[in-house]
């Protein structure tokens, strides 16, 4: 079945240190997406990718960083920049349109 | 810029109740309007879309009116049940992004818990 993983599902942060998240998808969609959801404030953007090789900031970039380098996968790195991380981050694709499809989320913690 | 504004919750409900979560809007544009739920430590799953004023969007029970005079998308459903439980997020699609893949704008989501 097409879709969209990511991985951990749980994962640990030691203050200083950088964490990497997958996002992987087998939907051939162009178009992915990183969100936060942090709770009572709904989900906002962090970084998004059109195409391979290229990619946005979004409305909270800072402390973040992503690349494109294959269609399937959108890493998102949470810097040591990044002050307050412990947040649920929520990847998703789309092939245009409107129809969104969102993984199962990562849920980082700040130990 | 554009916004999405919903009801603050918990909203509690007794099985088979009448549900209705509002949500406003603030646009520039003609923006699509959409209903996401999310259960508990997963993703985010599309419940309902409407794309035009006056449309209607429905799936499972739940339905929702795009109704421009007053900027609104309000969810509802007749009877609900406990597995309706989770957190409903209201989203309108913001049109900025050129080449068709338009970014997705939440409010801050209403959390309905059902009681048998």
């Known amino acids: 079945d097409g879709g969209i993983t990511q991985s951990p599902k749980y994962l640990f942060r030691k203050e200083g240190q950088n964490v990497t998240l997958s996002c992987e998808q087998n939907?051939?969609?162009?178009?992915m997406y990183w969100y936060r959801q942090d709770p009572g404030q709904g989900l906002r953007l962090i970084y998004y990718s059109q195409i391979v090789n290229d990619f946005q900031k979004g409305d909270i970039a800072e402390g973040y960083s992503v690349s494109r380098e294959k269609k399937e996968s959108f890493p998102l790195t949470v810097t040591s920049a990044q002050k307050n991380p412990t947040a649920f981050y929520l990847c998703a694709t789309t092939a245009g349109g409107y129809g969104y499809t969102f993984g199962s989320g990562t849920r980082l913690t700040v130990v | 810029g554009d916004s999405v504004t919903q009801m603050e919750g918990p909203v509690t409900l007794s099985e088979e109740a009448f549900l209705t979560i509002n949500c406003t809007y603030t646009a520039t544009g003609y923006p699509s309007l959409f209903w996401y739920v999310q259960y508990p430590g997963e993703g985010l799953q599309l419940l309902l879309k409407a794309t035009k004023a006056d449309d209607k969007g429905s799936n499972k029970g739940f339905e929702a009116t795009y109704r421009k005079e007053t900027t609104s998308f309000h969810l509802e459903k007749g009877s609900v049940q406990v597995s309706d439980s989770a957190v409903y997020f209201c989203?309108?699609?913001?049109?900025?992004?050129?080449?068709?893949?338009?970014?997705?704008?939440f409010g801050a989501g209403t959390r309905l818990a059902v009681h048998p």
């Open positions: 939907l051939n969609h162009d178009a």
């Open positions: 989203a309108l699609s913001d049109s900025g992004v050129s080449g068709g893949y338009n970014k997705l704008i």
